[in-house]
């Protein structure tokens, strides 16, 4: 793999209003200035629709559309469809939604537009939360993790986004994030390159929701991966799975203790997540057939 390359062209700018050291920002920086000035957002309430900046001010330079929560799928179909109509085929169309606005709220829109291979890049921010209204949770949110909604912790599992989406059978989907930065560039430009619905889930640890000091997100993104909670991976056509960086077998504790929404974990539900983790990790190196 290729080292990582910072784009010239700078897309998204300094100047916007996210939390000091965010993820999502970092995340952005590279998606934007990756695909290029020859490209439309579309982006639902989320905290990147602060960070984009007040009207008239922008901290993206190319045109964006303020949708509905539920509509980030369809609405950048609905674009590329405008745009392949007047025969400006080269146009890329991306979503930049949230977890609530992808797992929840969105999920319907994306799997119409999945079932219609319609050709757009669909990002998913996933910061395991509806951050920007307060930390809620989202179906997203792990087993167990604090939310001011779920204040003695989540019950019930994340959901696998990614499991769902492949059983669409689209060309791609790809999980990443900041802390591998070179695998994040690689993944865009191999997405970029593609026709139909392209979806890329990247795990974006939040300093407020998460709980955990603002200079750290890019050893959160890696313990993600080290320890199994997120491996990075892709899966082509619904059926075959890559993986890129996976668990080096690190507890899930050394994850776990670094962040506030875990703090009142006991022993038996550490034990539980590791399990699940776990047995995540066995059932994804299956289908990858390792
Ligand atoms: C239909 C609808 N319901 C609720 C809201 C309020 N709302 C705005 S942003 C948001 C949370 C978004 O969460 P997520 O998609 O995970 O993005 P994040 O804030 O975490 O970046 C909510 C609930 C809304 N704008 N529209
Ligand atoms: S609340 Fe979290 S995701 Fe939102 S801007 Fe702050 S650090 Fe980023
Ligand atoms: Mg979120």
Redesign the pocket.
Known sequence: MKHYEIAEERVFLPGHAACPGCAMALALRYILNTVGLNAVGVIP????GPMMGANPYSSMRIPIIHN???SSASTAAGIKRAFKARGKDDVHVLAL?????TYD?GLQALSSVAEHNEDIMYFC?D?E?????GTQK?SSTPRHAYTTSTPGGKESRKKNLVEIMAAHRVPYIATTNIGYLDDLVYKIKKAKKMQGTRIVVLLTPCIDGWGFPGNDVATMSRLAVQTGVFPLYEVEDGEKYTINHGSQGMPIENYLKRQRRYRHLSKDQIEEIQKEVDQGWQRLQKLANL
Do not use: L
């Not at 309430?45 to 990147?48: D, G, H, L, N, R």
């Open positions: 309430p989320s905290c990147m509905s929560f539920e939604a949230g977890d609530g606005g709220i921010m910061n939360g509806y951050m920007n209204t989202s």
